[in-house]
């Protein structure tokens, strides 16, 4: 497929000071459309709004899906991407799930690429701040009949951000979740899909009120095991090993639960993915074993936990303070994100090769 280029002639003015997280967007984005059947229309314009008929299906059923990968301007001056085969792909299973067309996963590389290179200037370089990559998939018919839609949009914008959470680097406080649940196995859990996220903004409303950043999420079956945080999948040390839920079809296949994974491996640090139960956290914590705890994603990177609270119970974690392994992998992975670290798992990508 042909990639269009209109160059927008009016840029806009960067953001000055902290950027916060997705507040600010960057002059183009790419669009394509899926119409008679197919994708077509591959095109990078300026960013800006879309017009859109108020019977448009994602406003009423939410068919759609995204993503969030990120861009560093690397020390020797390279472009770089982390991964992002690995959330075109899992954009695609995503698609899968919720009826949307699947799309050639190298052909929106090849898209991306092109759009980062001309929305280079809007890669942030201070300490803790890139270039948030946001593709999603929305479906476009009009009508307000709940059946799977025959136009979508596929759209690509560029934020520069700095931290998710407000605490930076430092702990957050989480609360774990007895009250609501986020996904059961065979719903959508595992699609990165705007619905499970809405289904969320209740618990970390609640949560928030009571001076929490976020949930944590256990099973909706037996309430029980561990899932996942708000936008970030979970790991805990507890006596010197890490310990992830497994993925079971109803938590998020995350890129950076991965990555951690193969660093972990590769500092010679044993780590698993199995069932845990909050009881076992919390059965860790009461006998001094549970060392650390902290969250992975992309918009957070690692997210130190420095409070749990369940039920009437506060865990405070490390003394609420960033533990020794979080801070070594926000900095190996942040490393290799930068090019600062050398790249041992070829998980960067030049936008110029
Ligand atoms: C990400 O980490 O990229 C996410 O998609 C989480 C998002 C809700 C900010």
Redesign the pocket.
């Known amino acids: 497929m042909e990639l269009k280029i209109i160059k927008s002639n009016e840029l806009k003015k960067k953001p000055e000071g902290a950027l916060g997280?997705?507040k600010y967007f960057s002059d183009h984005m790419f669009v394509m459309d899926y119409q008679d059947g197919k994708w077509q229309n591959a095109r990078i314009e300026k960013y800006g709004p879309l017009l859109m008929d108020p019977s448009m299906c994602t406003f009423h059923y939410a068919q759609e899906t995204?993503?969030?990968?990120k861009a560093y301007k690397a020390v020797d001056g390279r472009t770089l991407l982390f991964r992002p085969n690995k959330n075109f792909a899992r954009l695609n299973k995503s698609n899968e799930r919720l009826c949307i067309p699947t799309f050639d996963e190298d052909f929106v590389l090849y898209a991306l690429k092109e759009l980062v290179k001309i929305d280079r200037d809007w890669i942030p370089t201070e300490p803790n701040t890139s270039l948030?990559i946001r593709p999603f998939c929305i479906a476009t018919d009009e009508t307000v009949g709940a059946h799977t839609s025959h136009n979508y949009k596929f759209i690509i914008i560029l934020s520069p951000v700095g931290t998710?959470y407000k605490e930076g680097l430092n702990p957050v406080k989480i609360m774990v979740e007895t009250n609501y649940v986020r996904a059961v196995k065979g719903g959508v859990g595992f699609a990165?899909t705007g619905g499970n996220?809405a289904s969320s903004l209740r618990a970390q409303e609640d949560a928030a009120a009571k001076g929490y950043s976020q949930v944590l999420w256990l099973d909706g079956v037996e309430r029980k095991y561990v899932e996942e945080v708000g936008?970030?999948n979970v790991m805990f040390k507890i006596n010197g090993e890490v310990i992830t839920p497994s993925l079971e079809g109803s938590i998020l296949a995350g890129v950076t639960r991965d990555s951690i994974i193969h660093v972990l491996k590769d500092m010679g640090v044993k780590v698993t993915e199995r069932k845990i139960s909050i009881d076992e956290v919390y059965e860790a914590y009461l006998n001094g074993t549970l060392e650390e705890a902290f969250g992975t994603?992309?918009?957070?990177v690692i997210s130190p936990i420095g409070v749990l609270g369940w039920k009437d119970k506060v865990m405070t974690i490390n003394n609420g303070e960033t533990g020794p392994l979080s801070k070594k992998l926000y900095e190996t992975l942040t490393g290799i994100q930068k090019g600062e670290i050398e790249d041992k798992f070829n998980w960067t990508v030049d936008v110029d090769k």
Do not use: Q, R, S, V
């Open positions: 997280f997705g995204f993503e969030g990968l948030y998710y990165k996220y936008t970030m994603g992309t918009a957070a």
